[in-house]
């Protein structure tokens, strides 16, 4: 509870706002429109600042819950609050039809396509018949519950900051769940990921909707507390102003987008009404020094005004123990009576004209630690993408149980137990190690978005986290679990890499150069667990280029080189090949 | 519909989009140099237009003025980033460059100007003056943040072209200007005129892509500035100075915008907010052209304006709106074809 003691004297303190004798309306009518414009800002900080997608175009979502509104309540006469899931309908099945088009795009094609559609619809709005064209729909009726009618910026003034607590609540606690972490993975490239079994479009594609409703929401409050509706508002100018919103207040957090909003509105309110005197009666001032100030901005404070007030306040975040009592079910086994886990038969995979690998064959059988070593460029690392499905085979066949996995995404080849590390590190930075392990039990997880924005989802999240908490345990790093995992050595991050591939409870474990940045101490109590993982039933296949790990460790060791398979066989056997030597030394002349 | 209409259409369609081509190949060449998404290259147009029409009337216009401001403040940053290790050499390049060479241009305007100016000489002065607030834009805005994501760049872009916008209804006014033609030649080939102008446009637009093409496909300096886009580090460890291979990008587009502008603004009118649109049509040009090939960013942004006379004449009313949807296909189409394995950097 104690958590929540801020939000509470928050809301406290905006409800008795109005209250105060002799508040100058006009404050009123500025805190209505921070709110509306944190409303579409919150919006934002999910979609780009947390899942690294950057809109312009939110500007246009505004317009379909305020247009939607508008054409409905004067028009057919339908009451407010029924238009209400209207408005955030249309909003939402807008950002379903232009998200499918948008959210796969990759870098700067997503801003710039949001750009573009957001002018579009600009000036559909502004041209349609039903809409109103340039002079928009005026006269909508005001929020009414029961026979009050909210027509005072000061009674709209509740309905607004209402919305904007519920949603901020609502947003945090997402963030703070299984979905949310997938989210935040998001911003980091989607490899990572979907080896984990997150459907990273599906996620893009969830943030994008939540972040249309809500601009849809601040719409249709808008219609009601203007009782009218033009495009100008809507426009790509306003879009611009969303995102600089976000990007002053912090574009990462969820209240530095009601602070970026308090900062912008009030700021822009003082140019509009200041700069005219000082410099005579032009216009547009304020768009020069409003231009100036975000490149300053960008230059001096690129995360926002946000982070840098909480580095100051003396704010400490609760530290999360898990309740390691409880467990999660294992994963799903399929039945399987075959002994051999994994089987490569002749897999070749083709860059152009260049063969990375070249028909290797050869298997991982049950309780067994196999090493796959080679020079550098020997084909090690895109073996293993061809294994999880990362990349698609050239041709032959990967098969996991006996059956065949034939161009299996990630998503669906963790499903069979096949979990893995990166060659290089993968783990989101700004996120705890708890929290980045938590990721490798997203599959064992159930609850989804709506759930977890409610709050439903408790009972499940506790296990998810009980089990990553165990498995951090497990290699050793209890004492980091709190801390942020960008701020771990290397060596650590390798480990948390595991202890995020252990949650999936797997069969096989891939592991991409575990031992590398590890000092020779850590190397050893890794060698200790992965033996005791064996022991315990699971078999690993491990790249590695220290030898001396790799020989003490592998019961069977396959070598490559330029793509092809050399050798295989037991540690001793491989030290004496002269293949093997022949690759790694030179042919003696 | 008669063949006349539909040549004029194609004629007015085709000048339209030779502008937006020489837009969208400065976009491509700005962002493959510095991967700076360049907004504010619909400023470029629109202050070289104006500042040439405002000459062509005997006015010295503002801009003459911000190029010296901003010289000051590029100057400052110069000796602040240097501080440590400041050197007479850099300081006499600094005075030559952020100093001088805007003073030398904004005197020469209040020298020149005058209603009686030759159109060359007009023209001369334009392009130098915006030549010179391209340069300082990127030194100032974009420079000390060059090592940043393209979304940070996207976004300090954005913040320039509402400075400048603004700046712009400061200096021009929020009335419209139109400029003197660059010749009265004109050609008549059927029913079809051809003006020296609309020549001049099709001629410098094929010119600048083979020019472009020519100088990042076979020159050693296009070359390094290539590199410098794909890994700066990279390019830096190799000797390539990087922050001039953005200063000379920056310049290139700004002189490329204003050209536009002056080819433009005796065919229509252009107000201080003109630019941005007709900029973010050549940008539609360049992402169909993927941002990278400058052919095919030329071709695009003949279609954009093909598309645009065609649908002015059809459905006026949305002329806009199809312009700007016309992208969604192309993106759906490049969301298709995305590599399946693409990581993003930070």
């Known amino acids: ?589 | 519909m008669n063949t006349t209409i539909m040549l004029f259409l194609l004629q007015d369609g085709i000048t339209n989009g030779a502008i937006y081509a020489l837009l969208g190949l400065a976009l491509v060449l700005v962002f493959a140099v510095t991967r700076v998404i360049l907004i504010p290259q619909g400023e470029f147009v629109t202050y070289g237009a104006l500042s040439y029409a405002m000459l062509a009337t005997g006015q010295v216009p503002g801009t003459a003025k911000l190029a010296v401001a901003m010289g000051l403040v590029a100057f400052g940053l110069d000796l602040f980033f240097a501080r440590k290790s400041l050197h007479a050499r850099l300081i006499a390049r600094a005075v030559a460059v952020d100093i001088v060479f805007p003073l030398a241009v904004c005197l020469l305007t209040y020298a020149l100007a005058g209603p009686k100016t030759p159109i060359a000489v007009n023209i001369a002065l334009a392009l130098l003056i915006v030549a010179a607030i391209g340069l300082f834009l990127y030194r100032i805005a974009f420079q000390p943040i060059a090592h940043t994501s393209v979304l940070v760049l996207l976004i300090a872009s954005v913040g320039c072209h509402l400075a400048l916008q603004g700046l712009g209804l400061v200096f021009f006014g929020a009335e419209g200007l139109r400029g003197p033609a660059l010749s009265n030649v004109a050609l008549t080939a059927g029913a079809l005129r051809f003006t020296g102008q609309s020549l001049a446009v099709y001629g410098l637009t094929i010119a600048f892509i083979v020019a472009l093409w020519l100088f990042f496909g076979y020159s050693l300096t296009g070359k390094a500035l290539r590199a410098t886009a794909v890994n700066r580090l990279g390019a830096r460890l190799v000797g390539i100075r990087t922050t001039l291979s953005g200063q000379i990008a920056f310049l290139l587009a700004s002189l490329i915008g204003a050209i536009s502008g002056i080819l433009i603004v005796p065919i229509t009118t252009l107000y201080y907010d003109t630019g941005f649109l007709i900029g973010l049509k050549g940008f539609i040009a360049a992402i169909i052209g993927g941002l990278v090939s400058y052919p095919l960013t030329a071709v695009a942004a003949i279609l954009v304006g093909v598309v645009e006379a065609f649908s002015s004449f059809y459905a006026s009313n949305f002329k806009e709106v199809i312009v700007f949807t016309l992208i969604l296909p192309v993106l759906v189409l490049r969301s298709l074809a995305a590599p399946a394995v693409e990581e993003e950097k930070d």
């Open chain 1, 1 to 589: 509870m104690t958590q929540r003691l801020p939000l509470v004297i928050f809301a406290l303190v905006m409800a008795l706002i109005p209250l105060v004798p002799g508040m100058p309306p006009f404050w009123i009518v500025l805190l209505d429109n921070i709110g509306l414009a944190a409303l579409v800002a919150m919006g934002l900080v999910l979609l780009t600042g947390v899942g690294g997608l950057t809109s312009f175009g939110q500007a246009a979502f505004c317009g379909f819950g305020a247009y939607t509104t508008a054409v409905l309540t004067t028009a057919y006469g339908v009451s407010p609050w029924l238009t209400l899931p209207l408005s955030l309908l249309v909003s939402g099945i807008a950002a379903v039809l232009l998200g499918i088009v948008t959210v796969r795009l990759f870098g700067h094609y997503l801003p710039l396509g949001t750009i573009a559609w957001g002018i579009a619809l600009f000036y559909l709005f502004s041209k349609l018949e039903f809409l109103g064209r340039n002079d928009g729909i005026s006269g909508i009726p005001p929020v009414a519950i029961g026979s009050y009618e909210m027509l005072s910026p000061g009674t709209i003034y509740y309905a607004i900051w209402i919305a904007v607590l519920i949603s901020a609540v609502l947003t945090l606690n997402l963030l703070d769940s299984r979905t949310g972490r997938a989210i935040r993975a998001l911003r980091r490239g989607h490899i990572a990921a979907e080896a984990f079994g997150v459907q990273t479009p599906r996620a893009k594609l969830l943030v994008f909707i939540y972040a249309a409703v809500l601009a849809g929401l601040s719409g249709w409050l808008y219609a009601h507390f203007q009782r009218a509706a033009n495009p100008t508002p809507f426009g790509p100018q306003a879009g611009i102003e969303y995102l600089f919103i976000a990007v002053v207040g912090g574009a990462g957090y969820v209240w530095g987008a009601v602070l970026g909003a308090g900062i912008v509105v009030i700021l822009k309110e003082v140019l509009q009404s200041y700069l005219p005197y000082i410099f005579g009666g032009q216009s547009q001032l304020e768009t020069i020094v409003f231009g100036i100030l975000l490149v300053m901005l960008l230059q001096l404070a690129p995360s926002g005004v946000w982070p840098w007030l909480t580095a100051r306040l003396p704010l400490k975040t609760a530290r999360r123990t898990a309740d390691t009592s409880l467990t999660l079910p294992a994963r799903e086994r399929a039945p399987s009576t075959s002994a051999v886990l994994l089987q490569l038969d002749k897999a070749r995979k083709q860059f152009g004209g260049v063969t990375a690998v070249n028909d290797v064959s050869f298997d991982v059988k049950a309780r067994e630690i196999v090493a796959l070593i080679g020079p550098n460029g020997a084909g090690k690392s895109t073996t293993f993408n061809l294994i999880t499905g990362v990349l698609t085979a050239t041709s032959g066949a990967i098969s996991v149980l006996g059956r065949k996995v034939e161009n299996a995404p990630p998503q669906e080849v963790v499903k069979l137990g096949v979990a893995r590390t990166f060659q290089h590190v993968k783990l989101v930075p700004d996120m705890t190690v708890l929290e980045n392990v938590a990721i490798g039990a997203h599959l064992r997880g159930a609850s989804g978005a709506v759930a977890s924005m409610f709050r439903l989802d408790r009972a499940d999240e506790a296990r998810l986290l009980a089990e990553a908490a165990r498995q951090i345990e497990r290699v050793g790093l209890t004492d980091q679990i709190d801390q942020l995992a960008g701020s771990l050595s290397l060596g650590q991050q390798r480990i948390v890499e595991i202890a995020r591939a252990l949650c999936v409870d797997p069969m096989l474990l891939l592991l991409d150069e575990p031992a590398a940045g590890l000092r020779h101490m850590e190397k050893q109590r890794l060698a200790a667990l992965l033996r005791q993982l064996r022991d315990g039933g699971m078999s690993v296949l491990l790249v590695e280029h220290d030898m001396g790990f790799v020989m003490d460790l592998a019961d069977r060791i396959v070598v490559l080189d330029f793509g092809t398979k050399i050798a295989e066989g037991t540690p001793a056997a491989i030290k004496k090949n002269p293949e093997v030597i022949k690759a790694y030394l030179g042919a003696a002349a």
